[in-house]
């Protein structure tokens, strides 16, 4: 992935210099022992959170977020502002050069339909910080919270699809990366175009667990076809796709299908207790939305087969 030439975002907050962001400490200690709590029992509490009827987000202290989010975790204090700008070390570098691509990307397209497009912020964090939508965690990955409008991503996560998911190695993980950042600003597309409160508002009137948890999908698999839209109008722009990095995202979309970390983590699948779609289905939507490149392809709330 040639992405040095990218326009660096000044949306950036760095907070990976303060001390857990501010709060202390860097995700949940493990009763006997250091460290914080790892993306594998991460995995496990989810399940066991759907197993006992609980919402995760109870257990782990925070998830992707949702609309409004669940009340025992959602913060109703604004998320404190922060000195924003393009990180100097690489991998913050990096994170600002893809949102700085994702930002000339739907800024032209939102044009393109008469609208001004209003982009996030990104914080950047280490171990912990603070979210309109509650504690942001090393280990929950990367989220989106659409109170506040920003992206909180800690990039240990990066280091973990390498090594843990094995989702990708090498430079090729450049291209996996951004396709996780572009992900997550896809969700904040949704916020914009009032398809996350009107998903919420869904859920809320779902008949079932199961139904809500279908459209939790269909917000998940939109957010990748939407990060496939903006692969397709970038490379247009900047001609910056290497060999491998579409088999890198692929395989990244892969390693974190519900399917796939079910399996991991219990040895079975249980299809109704899916969030963000199974390998194959991510897999697919972002392939969608790199071919087509248009807004218009990512209706998975209107797919019969997804």
Known sequence: MRWEDFRRSDNVEDVRGEDGGGIGGGGFPLPGGGGGLGIGTIVVLGLLGWALGIDPRILIGGAEILGGGSPQVQQQQRTPDRQAGAPSDRQGQFVAAVLGSTEDVWTEIFAQNGQQYRPPRLR???GATQSACGF????MGPFYCPQDRRVFLDTSFFREMETRFRACSGKQCEFAQAYVIAHEVGHHI????GILPRAQQMQQQAGSKAQANNIQVRVELQADCFGGVWANRAQKKVNF???GDIEAALQ???A????TLQRKAQGRVVPDSFTHGSAAQRQRWFTVGFKEGRVSSCNTF?????
């Open 190 to 193: 949704q916020n914009l175009l």
């Open 252 to 254: 990244t979309a892969s």
């Open 136 to 139: 942001a965690q090393a280990a």
């Open 241 to 243: 796709i290497e060999p």
């Open 124 to 126: 950047l964090f280490a």
């Open 256 to 259: 974190i299908g519900d399917d």
């Open 302 to 306: 209107q797919a019969a087969n997804l």
